[in-house]
């Protein structure tokens, strides 16, 4: 963790990674621990201030979420949201109870007492509520009441002496207008953080932390072409030169033109490159198998024994990935009583056989200061403005087995997809878009000629970090051409759809 940083306990919040984004975004560097981190662990990072995040439970059920006691002992400055608030008032002597009627939504605030913590801010803002218990009472412990609402009378708590702050509502929404100042209130003006985490100042210091620690070794690196792992290669290649060793591996599961691409970027970077071509093993071990998770994990068991070979063959000492924070938090579940969605084939670790160990340089990052960082380092705009593609490839968007013929019918659709969408200019506004071959065959009629063939979904979303994510408005005339070249020029499909779910509910990808 960095000198001036901001440590988040997570009490399950559905929110609790918008609190980092936003922190971020103020240049505020912050990691996420769980609730019931160990001081130990809190200390190791030495952070300067700790966020209580917001929580599914309530206080006063026997058995809900506590921090380590000893947290309150640090003497840093504290602030709870929401179930964090309530965590404050209950275990410095004060009341939590139900409230009469469960707060969701926007709700006028109204500043009611002076503290740091509302510097510079209105006296009356706009707030975005979302509990079902409320504090009844401080319990003469310091704490004074410093804003209300219409509804809830103790709808922010200070104690300017300790350094404890509580709100009842969620400051890091969008909902909230005023969010990131007192967020940016705390950390500077009651934190005292000076230093600003900008792309500038991470990649310096992750120079310096590869440099120490790999050493002398030599590094293997899973080039795939995509962000992530263009990103990983350039910086660790910044900090080693010639002992990056980086291996394109050619699964069988790419889209069009995804091999080339790969080679010219090593070119342009000046990468050492090695392709191993695995596609029949890969093939081979996924013949049949229509689970998705199991899909997943035979592609990263797979793909590790691919690395395994090739790390043997140029001696390697470590593997570098291009593992980012949402893969961190989806996949080990951080976020204290949260729920794995998925799992990622780069992140949890290497088998005890392999005698590589892991460098991550930017697993503590999300998507956006990704490309922020290879905007630092001077990377290619079409390289940086690549959409994401997921390391199990097309064989998480075909749903049901994957097969050779199948693979050719979802590359070329996905092809054209892509071709009129840069064509468009519609590449750039977007996220992420891709196609997906359904296990779904419909009657239609092509010709003269009844047809019985396949259904392909087109997904198009707009994210940030791909946290959340809503499914992009494309131009109707856009999506019917797309449509009328894959169902023309594709043989085995007769039927287009356009997917658009949200995420959540859904996930960006099918599988």
Not at 455 to 478: E, F, H, I, K, Q
Request: charged letters at 25%.
């Amino acid at each position: 963790m960095n000198r001036d940083s901001v440590l988040i306990l997570d009490f399950g919040s559905q929110y609790t990674q918008l609190i980092a984004r936003r922190l971020r975004e103020l240049q505020v560097y912050c990691e996420i621990l769980p609730f019931d981190a160990s001081v130990e662990r809190i200390l190791k990072g030495s952070p300067k201030g700790i966020i209580l995040s917001g929580g599914p439970d309530s206080v006063h059920r026997q058995g809900s979420p506590r921090p380590d006691p000893a947290v309150f002992r640090l003497g840093l400055p504290v602030l709870g949201i929401c179930y964090g608030m309530q965590l404050l008032a209950t275990l410095h002597g004060g009341r939590v109870a139900p409230a009469r009627r469960r707060e969701y939504g926007f709700a006028r605030l109204k500043v009611t007492g002076g503290t740091p913590l509302f510097d510079g801010l209105p006296k009356t803002m706009q707030v975005w509520m979302s509990h079902g218990d409320s504090a009844k009472g401080l319990g003469g412990n310091g704490f004074k009441a410093v804003a209300r609402t219409d509804t809830a009378p103790l709808a922010a708590i200070a104690d300017d002496v300790k350094r404890l702050y509580g709100v009842q509502f969620h400051p890091e929404v969008a909902h909230t207008p005023e969010g990131a100042r007192i967020l940016e209130n705390f950390s500077r003006r009651i934190c005292k953080l000076s230093e600003r985490w900008t792309m500038a100042s991470f990649l310096e210091r992750s120079v310096a932390d590869i440099r120490r620690e790999v050493g002398n070794g030599r590094v293997i690196l899973a080039l795939s072409g995509g962000v992530d792992s263009s990103v990983a290669a350039a910086l660790v290649h910044r900090a080693i030169g010639r002992r990056l060793h980086c291996v394109f591996v050619d699964t069988g599961l790419l889209r069009e033109g995804d091999l080339e691409k790969v080679r010219g970027l090593a070119k342009t970077l000046g990468l050492s490159l090695k392709v191993a071509d695995a596609a029949a093993v890969f093939l081979k071990r996924l013949a049949g198998v229509t689970d998705p998770e199991r899909k997943r994990k035979i592609i990263g068991r797979t793909f590790i024994d691919v690395f395994d070979a090739e790390a043997k063959k140029v001696k390697g000492d470590f593997l570098a990935q291009g593992t980012l924070y949402p893969d961190v938090i989806e996949s080990v579940s951080v976020k204290g009583p949260s729920a794995v969605i998925k799992s990622h084939h780069n992140v949890g670790g290497l088998p005890k056989r392999m005698k590589l160990r892991l460098v991550e340089p930017l697993r503590m990052c999300f998507k956006d200061e990704v490309r922020a960082l290879g905007r630092e380092m001077r990377i290619s705009p079409d390289i940086l403005g690549a959409h994401p593609f997921p390391g199990p490839g097309l064989a998480i968007r075909i749903l049901g087995a994957v097969t050779p013929e199948r693979l050719a019918v979802l590359r070329r659709a996905d092809a054209i997809m892509r071709q009129e969408l840069r064509s468009s200019g519609w590449q750039s506004k977007s996220w992420q878009a891709f196609a997906v071959l359904l296990p779904v065959k419909s009657v239609g009629v092509m010709g003269d000629e009844r047809t019985y063939e396949n259904t392909v979904a087109l997904r198009c979303v707009d994210s940030v970090d791909g946290m959340t994510a809503d499914w992009t408005r494309l131009p109707y005339d856009l999506l019917q051409k797309m449509s009328s070249r894959i169902i023309s020029e594709v043989k085995g499909v007769n039927r287009v759809v356009y997917d658009i779910s949200s995420k959540p509910p859904a996930t960006i990808e099918w599988e």
